[in-house]
């Protein structure tokens, strides 16, 4: 059974930081391609950013980009999403989703075939 648990999110001021989590287990991780995305209430999914375990290769959305580094460790089954410079924008549930397609990229949410129960991040201004 393929399991990702998030944690690290949290209540933080704008400007602030925070690092989130997702540790994957029943996955054969160093072939998976782990996004993270996230929902704001009201708001469709955005997929936020991935890495490609294999190679390491990494997207970002525009939006996050400069501001957002996802990383992974291996020896863990884990990624992280560390988040700096929160904006107020940046509150949503965030999930991270595993793909067993090892170069899949920041593709639609629907490649992407198991999920995390969620993470909520709220920014304050």
């Known amino acids: 059974e393929v399991r990702l648990v998030e944690s690290g999110g949290g209540l933080v001021q704008a400007g602030g930081s925070l690092r989130l989590s997702c540790a994957a287990s029943?996955?054969?991780?160093?072939?998976?391609?782990i996004g993270w995305f996230r929902q704001a209430p009201g708001k469709e999914r955005e997929g936020v950013s991935c890495?490609?375990?294999?190679?390491?290769?990494?997207s970002y959305a525009d939006s996050v980009k400069g501001r957002f580094t996802i990383s992974s460790d291996k020896s863990r089954n884990t990624v992280y999403l560390q988040m700096n410079s929160l904006k107020l924008e940046d509150t949503a549930v965030y999930s991270c989703a595993a793909s067993e397609d090892p170069s899949l990229g920041l593709g639609p949410s629907r490649k992407y075939i198991y999920w995390g129960q969620g993470t909520q991040v709220t920014v304050a201004s």
């Open positions: 029943g996955l054969n991780f160093d072939e998976a391609t």
């Open positions: 890495i490609e375990i294999r190679d390491d290769s990494t």
